[in-house]
Nanobody
């Protein structure tokens, strides 16, 4: 079994910063992608940033220049640094990982439980 646990969310004023973390644990052989998504009230979940092994990070246009995704492979943790936050960035932020549990098993997608980010005006 694989678990993803997010942390770092909270309440911040507009213009402030937060750093989200997502730690993967359990039966992990290889991590291909670790991504950040968010879901605002009444809206669909959307991709914020993606980090692929061996590839360049990609960002949604709405956050490009204000967010940075990074990964610590030794800690199996992905981070999302968010700067100059705006009230419209209020959402539950989810981590998603494309992970295999052994050399012969297929990769599967796993989701964390989410962490709430609230930006006040």
């Amino acid at each position: 079994q694989v678990h993803l646990v997010e942390s770092g969310g909270g309440l911040v004023q507009a213009g402030g910063s937060l750093r989200l973390s997502c730690a993967a644990s359990g039966n992990i052989f290889s991590i291909v992608n670790m991504d950040w998504y968010r879901q605002a009230p009444g809206k669909q979940r959307e991709l914020v940033a993606t980090d692929s092994s061996g590839g360049s990070p990609n960002y949604a246009g709405s956050v490009r220049g204000r967010c940075t995704i990074s990964r610590d492979n030794a800690k199996r943790t992905v981070y999302l640094q968010m700067n100059n936050l705006k009230p419209k960035n209020t959402a539950v932020y989810y981590c998603r990982g494309l992970i295999s549990s052994s050399a012969i098993s297929n990769f599967a997608l796993y989701w964390g439980q989410g962490t709430q980010v609230t930006v006040s005006s």
